[in-house]
């Protein structure tokens, strides 16, 4: 059984910030990434990033309780020193 969460952020450059998170995992672990989607393959789960027309869509999935929260806490802290400049932050559902 996989688990997911996922956030929405409202920002007018999703491109950038699914370019910035890609860019940023693509030395350590596999990624693909255009600018409207982003697969991260992390070891403990998976992340997808989709621009919408009112922003950026964030997903992880994890195949347990303790891996979907370390990717929340990985893909949030990560994502959050990038968007400084526009204060967002991300809240998972």
């Not at 964030?58 to 195949?63: E, F, K, N, R």
Request: net charge neutral; glycine share 6%; aromatic share 10%.
């Amino acid at each position: 059984m996989t688990l997911s969460a996922t956030a929405h952020v409202s920002t007018a450059t999703p491109a950038r910030y699914i370019g910035r998170l890609c860019k940023h995992f693509a030395h350590k672990i596999p990624v693909s990434f255009d600018e409207r989607q982003g697969r991260i393959e992390f070891e403990f789960g998976l992340a997808l990033l989709a621009a919408e027309h009112d922003g950026l869509r964030l997903s992880v999935q994890g195949a347990d309780q303790a891996q979907l929260d370390r990717l929340k806490q990985v893909v949030a802290s990560h994502f959050e020193r990038f968007a400084w400049q526009e204060a967002l932050a991300l809240d998972w559902r």
